[in-house]
């Protein structure tokens, strides 16, 4: 792996008795990994990731918009924030991505972040951490999580039915962390 070589939210960078963790980058089981797309940096002995899309204007406590670009098993999702609909979100510009850890996205341990959130899903968050090169989100609150999310096998709209996520086409029943308003949110 060259010095500048562009890695993705997941990408394994070295152990944590090899290097020290610096910004974009979290610890698993000993290993380091990037949890943003970007440039992998080291200087000295500190390894980073430099983001590659800049992350504007967002700070602690805004609630955004976003869909799941990416989901980088076990720890990380990308989530890439969604332009304006509506007036009671904060919106920096479009095509910006932040980073929801499994620590953050509910209450209690979540082995898999997989199991809780898919690609595709809209999700309402709120920004807990604002770093050099990563903003990281929270779902961990009755409010956030996903607003609407898509059966895995034929793409529908799930619905909620008595607590459970039921896709209306397949009947299946999928999981997800979801807001209280889920299907409520105009997304
Ligand atoms: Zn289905």
């Known amino acids: 792996m060259s010095e500048n070589e562009l890695v993705s939210p997941g990408a394994e960078l070295g152990f944590e008795e090899e290097y020290e963790a610096g910004e974009g980058v979290y610890i698993a089981d000993g290993k ?20 590659k899309k800049k992350l504007k204007n967002l700070s602690i406590g805004d609630v955004l918009y976003g869909q799941v ?5 076990p720890v990380v999702a990308l989530i890439e924030v969604l332009a304006p609909k509506k007036k009671d979100a904060y919106f920096p510009s479009n095509s910006d991505y932040c980073s929801l850890h499994a620590s953050s996205l ?3 341990f979540v082995r898999n972040i997989h199991d809780e959130i898919k690609i595709g899903d809209i999700v309402r968050a709120e920004v807990l951490e604002v770093k050099k090169t990563e903003v990281c989100l929270t ?25 459970a996520l039921i896709c209306p086409l397949c009947g299946r029943n999928e999981i997800r962390k979801v807001s209280d308003d889920y299907g409520k949110a105009e997304v």
């Open 139 to 163: 779902t961990n609150k009755n409010n956030l999580g996903v607003v609407k999310a898509f059966c895995t096998k034929d793409r529908a709209v799930l619905e909620m039915k008595e607590g």
């Open 106 to 108: 509910k209450r209690g």
């Open 69 to 73: 670009g990416m989901v980088a098993e």
């Open 32 to 51: 380091i990994y990037s949890s943003v797309l970007g440039e992998r940096v080291i200087e000295g002995r500190t390894i980073g990731v430099k983001a």
